[in-house]
């Protein structure tokens, strides 16, 4: 499984996930303060309302970098694992959040939220993840 050291595509996986959300949070504090300060319209608004969108987008190629270059196949299908624990949480909780909206009147959360949720989600499973099969490894 993991040991201590890291394999090349994760090293470059984290560094880019840094990268890209250290990038979101510049632009959403950006993007925040000029709204607010400057109440733009037009073109100008929507640029600036998908802005932040850009940093996320470059995480979901970071993502897939990653699982082209990762060579070991236990590490990247613990990944997919994860990827698709979080998909499936997130999948969930937007069916019944829709379902609420559409049959009990309930007032949907902004569609950002969908990314709040997500990334945890995956961040959750991969430490279950790891624990299961340390877990199993040990039993063995």
């Known amino acids: 499984m993991e040991c201590g050291t890291k394999s090349a595509a994760m090293k470059v996986y984290e560094r880019g996930v840094m990268k890209t959300m250290s990038m979101y949070v510049l632009i959403i504090l950006g993007v925040a303060w000029t709204v607010r300060h400057h109440h733009p319209t037009g073109v100008v608004a929507y640029v600036l309302a998908v ?79 790891k624990l299961s099969y340390n877990r199993q490894a040990a039993d063995e």
Not at 51 to 73: C, F, Q, S, T, W
Not at 89 to 105: E, K, M, N, P, R
């Open 51 to 129: 802005l932040p969108a850009l940093p996320i987008m470059g995480m979901l190629a970071v993502m897939g970098v990653y699982l082209r270059d990762e060579k070991d196949e236990f590490l990247r299908w613990m990944m997919i694992q994860a990827l698709l624990w979080a998909t499936g949480v997130t999948l969930a909780v937007c069916t019944v959040i829709g379902f609420l909206q559409s049959f009990a009147a309930m007032r949907a959360p902004e569609m950002f939220w969908v990314f709040v949720l997500y990334w945890p989600a995956f961040g959750v499973a991969r430490v279950i993840l």
